[in-house]
């Protein structure tokens, strides 16, 4: 039998769904600049600079490999960033997950399906859909439950009158 998350969890719960949700969409958006990143490197072999001496942005070649030393780039490379900051986002994308699975009480299996989100182009887009369908779906059954038992029986109804 799988463990239930708590009632007084409830709460908790709604706040990290929406930490979840939003922490899915930015890693998601950065996984699929970061595909492009790739491709544009690696098929393309150019790499984008910002503010370089001949404008604001300019695609140059890239560096064969064990050439590096010998060619100094001017301007800011914005591949490595978006590399850089996919890599930091994917870490808080994480906490993120992990402050939604924890309370919900899920097996593992499910955290790492949510932590694939930010490795798998288009899943974490997939992933916050259902999730959050799925976790506000239970925990409104849940609370509506919760509000009929505690609501007080009507008066009118245990005295036999209609």
Known sequence: MQLQPKPEDYPRIRRSLRVYKVTSVITGIMLLLLCAVMVMKYAFKVELFLFTPNGFAEFLPTIPKGQEAEFVREGFDLFKAILIAHGWFYVVYLIANFMLWS??????????????????????????????????QFLDAKEAALADSAAPADPDRQEGKA
């Open 103 to 136: 309370p919900m009480r899920w097996n593992f299996g499910k955290f790492l399906l949510l932590a694939l989100g930010g490795v798998i182009p288009f899943l974490s887009f997939i992933l916050e859909g259902r999730i959050a369908r799925e976790v506000t």
